[in-house]
């Protein structure tokens, strides 16, 4: 079990240190609380394809990474619990 432990604790380093840095790449978003109440996005050519461009790969990125770090939390907790 101990390797268990040392093998997701590896895991869940290089998850934590990779989401920092995505986090820390990304550009702010202007849009705001009000962007999302006026409804701030336009029916533009880039708004359509906004998930192919990096920006919107980092984000996806960010996001699974995210869920990735919290089912690894999960994982962790319940083997230590052991």
Known sequence: ME???NVLIGIYIVICLVLI??????????DG???AIVGGSSNSFYEKNKGRTKEGKMKR?????GIVFIILTVALSIVYAM
Request: no cysteine; hydrophobic share 50%.
């Open 61 to 65: 990125g960010t996001i699974i990474l």
């Open 21 to 30: 840095i995505l986090v820390m790449k990304q550009s702010k978003e202007d």
């Open 3 to 5: 390797i268990v432990k």
């Open 33 to 35: 609380a009000s962007g």
